[in-house]
């Protein structure tokens, strides 16, 4: 039996899943935690990636590995590989003014046409801007920019600084995917190739491609620029595992694969097919499908980024979707069967309570210093299940909305895919057939992003992409309620003024 490796390094948590190669059959996994906040020292990633390896029985017998992560991360490092900051993650807002900032000084429409997508707080661009006002000094000393997986793939070749790493710090040596680049807005999907002008614009800076880890870097004056990680194809491999027995324990010779954007990856490890459009209740919610063209909007609404396969993936992303249910849990005293049973005591509606979900601000609508508001009770609304419900079909109608969005760049969607381990809560089933006007179904659960990561590594391996058969667990029949989102969309337009 040939075994390959996926790991999934998201905002909260380090998962691998370890695959046979020929049936996808899950063969032992494991995990580690990641620590909270917005911003994160990436040798804690790092550390994590170790604990879920050896949790999962060690990669001694595994042929391929690939490595999907969350999105948009800011990892700076200096000329000497190692990091110059902790990391500014997807959901760190403080860059919010730096992107209206860079949208404001090319145009909205210009930006969406030469990057697919218009900057908001989360992306690397915002970050980078913000890091050259706030911290100018810090900006100086960029060597290289990468995402989360990418400096984790790098780091697993066997590179960093010298002292921790066999093979020392080969800038050149950093490599990403097409569907992580798409998401710095520095790099176009539709002209497969970073944009130069935009990543000086952030950051004040030149830059340049790495050369490889076996190449020469260029000239004199092209060296003192900022290196960005090669873009891989889908099935490229980004070389193979330096032996390792330090935080991470990994044997040489290892195949390693491009890795993915956390979206893109549970694309690929669905294996979502044109007509499918995936929504995501994580630690962000997500709307999202896999298209054969570019979808950029003006408007800034839907992100065009690229997908793991070569293709695209326009997107629609909230700030508020999983915690939302646990904030209301908690305030609640109940746990999540009980709020559950709670939700499904009240009618569809509550009884008019709405609650619109900014406790965190929220991307989209880009609204990076909202808060959550409560409306439309009553003496004899106030009722605990409906503040449940309200709950629920406020975190589905913000998504909704985002399905409204994808539809307005030309998806055309045959069902939904309701994945993430909200989507298991019964009431969040039952609410989502009657908010969103489209088939719902739900996958068998599974870490999605850590199945698409195997299935790149196998892809890297066979040069064949794998074909595994996706599980449902549930399809609650179709009842539309148009009311809710009604009464929600009069709310939540009050958040904007």
Known sequence: MTLIAGVDS??????IVIRDLETGALVRSGRASHPDGTEVDPEAWWSALGAAIADAGGLDDVAAISIGGQQHGMVVLDASGRVIRPALLWNDT????????????VGSGEYARRAGSVPVASFTASKLRWLRDAEPQNAERVAAVALPHDWLTWRLLGYGPAEESPLGPQLDA??????DASGTAYWSPQDDDYDFGLFELALGRPARVAAGDDQDSGSDA???????????????????TAAQSGTVAVKAGLVVGPGAGDNAGAALGLGAASGDVIVSLG???TVFAVTDVSTPDPSGSVAGFADASGRFLP???TLNAARVLGTVADLLDVDFDEFADLALRAPAGSEGVVLVPYFEGERTPNLPTAKASLHGLSISSSRRENLARAAVEGMLSGLAAGLDAVRAVGVREQRLLLVGGAALNPAVQAVAAQVFDAPVVVPAPGEYVANGAAAQAAWVLTGTRPEWRLEVVAEPKPDFRPVIRQQYDRYARLAAL
């Open 174 to 179: 950093l490599v990403t995917d097409r569907s």
């Open 94 to 105: 403080r860059s919010a003014d730096a992107a209206a900032a860079l949208a404001d000084e």
């Open 222 to 240: 092209s060296s003192t620029a900022v290196v960005l990680p090669r873009v891989l194809g889908p099935a490229d491999s980004a070389g193979v």
């Open 283 to 285: 630690t962000s919610g």
């Open 315 to 317: 997107l629609v992303a």
């Open 10 to 15: 998201s905002t909260q948590s380090c998962k």
